[in-house]
């Protein structure tokens, strides 16, 4: 199952989640996730529309390096 990335707002890198789920169970997730980062050891915020599934096309686009351009409304 693949993991859920978000991006760390203290150091822009793209860090894992403690969650994973099948795209499916991705697209209704609702609300707001928080997590310890491995990049900056603290706890962090997200929702659906600052993560991405691993292995996801939007992982490409992210790395191409869009601060921010994956909140979508
Ligand atoms: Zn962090």
Known sequence: MPRIL????Q???TVPTVLRMR????E??????AFRCPA???I???E???AWLEGSPVVAAGAVGAPGA????
């Open 28 to 33: 209704a997730l609702s609300g707001s996730h």
């Open 23 to 26: 795209e499916a169970a991705f």
């Open 48 to 50: 659906k529309g600052d």
């Open 44 to 46: 962090h915020h997200w």
């Open 6 to 9: 978000t991006k760390c707002p």
């Open 40 to 42: 900056c050891n603290d």
């Open 70 to 73: 994956a909140v979508a409304a």
């Open 11 to 13: 150091t822009a890198r």
